[in-house]
């Protein structure tokens, strides 16, 4: 028994075409970073793309964060929103802010009704003295808000 290989040659303005794809290709696939969205810098305009023209209600989630980090490093917290956690009624996204990082966005978690509670325990960094806030956006299209000043001794974000 013989086996056959065949062997395709391929000409040169296929290879010409074939390679000038790659390198269009190549070049789109590195300019996509550029397209990721911004870092949101300012805690003004991080909840104002979360909340929109939403007033929030100042009530209704529980922050423990130490009043004084020692080291902005590593700064721990809880957070816990009051929330029946039904179909009708539950959290559905809690978003943590640090006013005064570099990049304020710390952190943001989604929850469904199976979840039982909108309760995270989480470590932050902290750069400076500044306010740590979060927002809860719940099903009925409402949203709570939380807020605590932290007094960082020694930043953490570098810079």
Do not use: W
């Not at 696939?29 to 949101?40: D, N, S, T």
């Not at 004084?68 to 996204?93: Q, R, W, Y």
């Not at 995270?120 to 003295?129: D, E, G, I």
């Not at 808000?145 to 810079?159: E, P």
């Amino acid at each position: 028994m013989t086996q056959r290989l065949e062997i395709e040659v391929v000409g040169r303005r296929t290879f010409l075409i074939g390679a000038g794809a790659s390198l269009a290709m190549a070049a789109f696939l590195a300019g996509l970073p550029a397209l990721a969205q911004e870092p949101v810098r300012s805690i003004d305009e991080a909840l104002k793309k979360v909340l929109g023209d939403a007033k929030p209600t100042e009530s209704g989630i529980t922050l423990e964060i130490p009043e004084i980090a020692e080291n902005g490093n590593t700064v721990p917290f809880t957070l816990a929103v009051d929330s029946p956690m039904t179909d009708a009624s539950h959290v559905k996204a809690v978003h943590v802010f640090a006013s005064g990082n570099p990049q304020v966005g710390v952190a943001s978690y989604n929850f469904t009704p199976a979840s039982g509670k909108a309760s995270v325990s989480s470590r932050m960094r902290l750069a400076r003295t500044q306010d740590v806030v979060v927002v809860a956006e719940l099903s009925d299209g409402k949203f709570l808000l939380g807020k605590r000043n932290v007094k960082v001794t020694i930043g953490g974000c570098g810079g």
